[in-house]
């Protein structure tokens, strides 16, 4: 028999989740200043109070909005899973990197987009979303330029800043095309990113070469 103190909990899981789900939404459409209580309040169904009980203020909210879509960005994100039977080719390897994060960045694509809100609408007081994203952004920089070294393993002379500069790459070349699925409005044609892996590849992987990369 359920405990009547498993029901009030699981409904404020709930409502938080439905107060994530509809910050996120509203951020996606209007930005961080078109984020209110009053909004999100809208949105959820659920009153302003029920906001400030479970996040305290704005900011909080969307910190913790963005922290939510980055751990479902990091559950699906192929950098972040160990994949069996992986393809000994790196220029494979690379290939089928850029067509699985195309794939799960446009399924669930909230965190680039606010992230991306974040980094351009400057403030004087920085918002605490903001300086959360920097730090994850960095942790993912981090994983990239481990799963580079994997990659690039017996592949020549490279030393720790190539893989340094190709994470800081490969951060760049999926913020771009996260700009133009979402200014084209539809998905990136898989043509596209198997191009941009194969030229990448070709570079990094070029003679095995001892010189750096730049």
Do not use: C
């Not at 194969?198 to 010189?211: E, F, G, I, M, N």
């Amino acid at each position: 028999m359920e405990r009547k103190s498993e029901r009030p909990n699981r409904q404020g899981d709930a409502s938080r989740e439905a107060i994530i789900e509809a910050a996120l939404e509203i951020a996606a459409e209007l930005g961080y200043d078109g984020t209110t209580v009053a909004a999100v309040t809208e949105r959820s169904g659920l009153p302003a109070s029920s906001i400030y009980w479970h996040f305290g203020s704005k900011d909080a909210l969307l910190a913790a909005a963005l922290e939510h879509s980055y751990r479902q960005f990091r559950r699906d994100a192929p950098m972040y899973r160990i994949r069996r039977q992986e393809a000994a080719d790196p220029g494979e390897r690379i290939e089928t990197w850029f067509q699985r994060g195309i794939r799960y960045m446009t399924r669930n694509p909230h965190f680039w987009r606010l992230g991306l809100i974040l980094t351009l609408e400057r403030r004087v007081k920085e918002p605490q979303a903001r300086k959360l994203f920097m730090r994850m952004r960095e942790e993912s920089e981090n994983l990239l330029a481990d799963w580079w070294r994997d990659v690039l393993a017996g592949q020549g002379a490279h030393s720790e800043d190539d893989f340094r500069r190709l994470a800081r790459l490969h951060l760049m070349l999926m913020d771009g095309m996260f700009i133009q699925y979402r200014a084209a409005g539809a998905r990136i044609p898989p043509r596209q990113a198997t191009l941009l892996a194969r030229a990448l590849a070709a570079h990094v992987t070029k003679q095995k070469q001892a010189s750096p990369i730049g």
